[in-house]
């Protein structure tokens, strides 16, 4: 399937810009998504100002940012404030976590990980990163185009999202339709992506590496390809209606009779649904929010193992959670609905399926924290944001909690208690396991290790900050305050709070500056790190076994798994870890 | 005001404490749980470093305490569905309940960015409307004329202040006539989408009226030391929503304080107030509605039964578009 293209000596764009080789594509959504990440952030940094600062110039940067987003004193303007909100959201999920996450490790790691030599369908692969690549300069050409960037959310909801940006832009060139258009692009990179992965994993294990033999974040890797593939689809054809309802006047989302602005909306046929969207919409971004989770689960997994010398406490039971996790993802979309007027049988069911799905993340939870236990832990930097994840993640998953009961959702829903809940899930949880796993597999990609103590740098200040910046969020989310305000101080509890608000924007600010360290260890240490062999971290599983940095074909001859993936200090042996591609006879 | 517990603003509803309850049993829950993982977390880090236990053992830990911690966190979920959210969310969702043979209903028309509340006047009976009879000036909802229908004649449709008695079952049809907004009462732990396209009943039943929040609310502030300068200006700033709960000679009850204000109370030798806000209960957006959902703001105004009668007997005579006292800046 992917031998014919290892003989030849391609030229460099061959090579390093139109690859087929999984490692040159894992590399490039590594860094793109990176990218996107930092930009995706700068973007919420502004917003911070405002929060901070109401109605104040924005220092530095409020001169060139363009009368779509600012006034002449370089005040954010709302519909600016709405911009960069619906920006920064799509962004930060759906071109910075996901492609890292799935894009860039798992395109990396994955292979290896099964002793393969590429992924299954390099070309699809291919095509998967550059459609993804065109999806995001299509979402950043949202900023130039007339009226500015998409500004009614990163959930877009209809009917505001159906006739935002229409009134004196192009019927096609403005920024909502842009965003579908870009939403499209980004989907369809994730179906190639998904395929490819479940194909490769079912089809190129190498001998002896049985699915129960497979590394925890190879699991983790497939159950998130089911989920790309099954849930992303809705939402690509929801866009497409939206996209038909933007452009053409359908009404799939448009019920009749609305007036906008004292105009009566007859362009529209009318009778459709707004909540339609929504069902399509959650129906995929549930999942998504495990999309986002299970590979920073199974890199914590891969550290965890690694770094405490023992096996990884309970791997079946990891597994079976996670299949469970994967499967129950797909039937709690409507939590986030609770108050579009359902009815107590609904929100019974959907209440129930919330509560039934914090199971099986407890019981991960647990798992990896009693992997803990008579483990002989090394503080590396992996294992330091690995560890980090762990309460943070907890914090993250207890407070869906009073989110999830529909009753306690009343007072919380759409506020920032909201906004504070899905950060920790994802930003202090999910990119800090994200960071983890890019210290642990550099030595791997580039054949040398991050500085060490860049590394500290970047951790201590990033873990405090995280803290800083979404711990607070809680406090204003309870005492009342609505998230996507573009001024919270209209409301007196807005007032009270602002001291916690003030906290969040310096933090994000500090969180900004604490990523200094982690840039310049990205590119310094790639031809100025210390040089390492092929098994730096003394690991178990099969990438360890190819060269560092692996050759085209990724092994030197291709190995066999001769045992499970953790087989950390074992009784009487001599070296506490025993490789996977190592045969009984070789090892002392 | 954030004094009451869990940083919850002050609950003026009937159904207020059960979510209260449930949000606070939450959080202790949550607390305890995370505080039982992170001590066990930390004794796990120091125990068992490189330096302490340079062999890590390759047998799994019998679990057995966190299987038991499982079942625990598992029951006691259960509980909270089964014993609190659902029940609660069923009463919520509910018609208001019998006891109270006159609840008062109301239309609740969301718009970009206002709050049309539309009172079916002396007989109870709404008039019907029309999305091409909207004018934004006079007739936000698309009212139709009396000789059309009847019950329109007396209806009366009052933006952004809602007038409602306390003690008595409020019934909300609440409706939008473009996009998506939420009605969020904070004080009166509501919350509702209102969907185009849909008329979704809500209900609520307030205990207090505004004065009575106002006295739940207030708070003694100290005065800058100097009336001028930027921290009297910051003082200013901080506190225009709120309004001095006491006359202080020529600072008249009622008033929201000014930079006049404060030269004023200095050069009387005054050097605290007690302030509280001057429209306590909000109504806010808690929906991405546009450009201008972050003051797509009303109040309640709440009163006595039978002060609420006497406004909604001369209701229909005022101007449709009452604003009084609402810009209170």
Not at chain 1, 34 to 43: E, N, P, Q, R, T
């Amino acid at each position: 399937m992917s031998s014919d293209h290892h003989a030849h000596n391609p030229g460099f764009i061959s090579k390093y810009v139109f690859s087929l080789d999984h490692k040159v594509i894992g590399v490039q959504y590594t860094v793109t998504s990176l990218i996107f990440l930092f930009f995706g952030f700068s973007l919420m940094m502004i917003m911070r100002w405002q929060l901070a600062y109401p109605g104040e110039s924005i220092p530095l940067v409020g001169g060139w940012l363009g009368k779509y987003l600012v006034d002449n004193n370089g005040v954010l303007l709302p519909e600016g404030y709405n911009a960069l909100g619906a920006m920064h959201g799509t962004i930060m999920v759906f071109l910075g976590v996901v492609p890292l996450a799935v894009g860039g490790f798992g395109n990396y790691v994955m292979p290896l990980q099964i002793g393969a030599p590429d992924m299954a369908f390099p070309k699809l692969n291919m095509a998967s990163y550059w459609v993804y690549f065109l999806g995001g300069v299509t979402m950043l050409a949202g900023f130039f185009v007339p009226g500015g960037a998409a500004n009614s959310g990163w959930t877009s909801y209809p009917p505001l999202a159906d006739i935002a940006n229409t009134v004196g832009t192009h019927p096609f060139w403005n920024g909502q339709t842009v965003w579908l258009l870009g939403m499209v692009l980004l989907i369809t990179s994730s179906l190639l992506g998904s395929v490819n992965f479940i194909v490769t994993i079912m089809h190129l294990r190498v001998k002896g590496l049985t699915m129960f033999r497979l590394p925890f974040f190879v699991w983790a890797q497939f159950v998130t390809s089911f989920l790309l593939l099954l849930a992303f689809p809705p939402l690509e054809a929801a866009g497409v209606l939206q996209l038909m309802d933007r452009a053409f006047h359908t009404s799939f989302f448009m019920p009749e009779g609305l007036v906008v602005s004292g105009v009566v909306q007859d362009q529209f046929a009318g009778g459709g649904s707004p909540l339609l969207w929504q069902h399509l919409f959650w129906f995929l971004a549930h999942p998504e929010v495990y999309v986002l989770i299970l590979p920073a689960i199974g890199i914590v997994g891969e550290i965890i193992a690694n770094n405490t010398r023992r096996p990884l406490w309970g791997y079946k039971t990891l597994v079976y959670s996670v299949i469970f996790l994967g499967f129950m993802s797909f039937v709690v979309w409507a939590h986030h609905m609770f108050l579009t007027g359902m009815g107590t049988a609904m929100s019974t069911f959907f209440q129930t399926t919330t509560m039934i799905i914090s199971i099986p993340s407890v019981v991960i939870l647990t798992a990896l924290l009693l992997s803990l236990w008579q483990g002989s832990i090394r503080f590396t930097v992996p294992m330091l944001f690995a560890l980090s994840f762990l309460p943070m993640f907890a914090i993250g998953g207890l407070t869906g909690l009073p989110l999830g009961l529909s009753a306690s959702d009343i007072q919380l829903h759409d506020t920032y208690y909201v906004i504070g809940h899905f950060h920790y899930v994802v930003a202090p949880g999910t990119i800090m396991a994200l960071l983890g796993g890019i210290y642990f597999w550099y030595p791997k990609v580039t054949g040398r290790k991050m500085s060490t103590f860049l590394g500290h740098l970047h951790f201590w200040p990033s873990f405090v900050f995280m803290n800083t910046v979404f711990f607070p969020m809680f406090m204003v989310g309870l005492a009342g305050i609505s998230r996507r305000l573009w001024d919270q101080t209209e409301y007196v509890q807005g007032i009270d709070v602002q001291g916690w608000v003030r906290m969040s924007s310096w933090g994000a600010w500090a969180l900004g500056l604490a990523q200094i360290p982690f840039i310049i260890n990205f590119f310094y240490s790639a031809f100025a790190g210390k040089k390492v062999n092929e098994n730096p971290w003394k690991a178990t599983t099969l990438e360890w076994a190819a060269p560092s940095p692996p050759p085209h074909g990724n092994f030197a001859e291709v190995p066999v798994a001769y045992r499970g993936p953790y087989e950390y200090s074992v009784p009487d042996a001599k070296e506490d870890f025993h490789p996977q591609h190592v045969p009984d006879s070789q090892l002392v | 005001m954030i004094a009451s517990s869990f940083w919850l603003p002050p609950d003026i509803s009937a159904h207020g404490s059960q979510i209260d309850i449930i949000i606070k049993y939450l959080h202790w829950f949550m607390a305890v749980l995370f505080v039982a993982w992170g001590s066990y977390f930390l004794y796990c880090l120091v125990r068992f470093r490189a330096g302490a236990n340079p062999k890590a053992t390759y047998r799994d830990a019998k679990a057995k305490p966190s299987k038991m911690a499982e079942v625990v966190v598992i029951i006691i979920e259960a509980i909270l569905l089964v014993g609190f959210s659902i029940p609660v969310w069923a009463y919520y969702r509910s018609e208001p309940p019998g006891n109270d043979a006159n609840p008062l209903t109301v239309r609740v028309v969301a718009q970009q960015f206002a709050w049309n509340i539309h009172y079916p006047g002396p007989d109870g009976k709404f008039g019907k409307s029309k999305p091409e009879l909207v004018d934004e000036a006079i007739n936000p909802i698309g009212l139709v004329d009396a000789s059309e229908d009847p019950n329109a004649a007396d209806d009366y449709v009052s933006v952004n202040i809602f007038h409602a008695p306390k003690d008595r079952d409020i019934l909300v049809r609440l409706s939008s006539k473009d996009v998506i907004h939420s009605f969020a009462v904070p004080l009166l732990r509501v919350k509702q989408d209102a969907v185009p396209g849909m008329e979704i009943p809500i209900w609520f039943k307030a205990e207090k009226t505004n004065a009575e929040a106002q006295e739940m609310m207030k708070r003694a502030f100290a005065l800058p030391a100097s009336p001028e300068g930027e921290e009297a200006e910051t003082f200013v700033k901080e506190n225009r929503l709120r309004v001095t709960m006491a006359d202080y000679g020529s600072v008249r009850k009622g008033s929201t304080l000014n930079a006049e204000h404060l030269k004023t109370l200095s050069a009387a030798g005054i050097t605290s107030v007690e302030l509280a806000p001057g429209f306590p209960v909000n109504i806010q957006c808690a929906q991405l509605c546009g450009l201008g959902h972050y003051r797509m703001k009303g109040q309640m105004k709440i009163y006595e039964p039978d002060e609420f009668e006497e406004w909604y007997a001369s209701a229909g005579e005022e101007e449709v578009f009452d604003e009084d006292e609402f810009d209170d800046e």
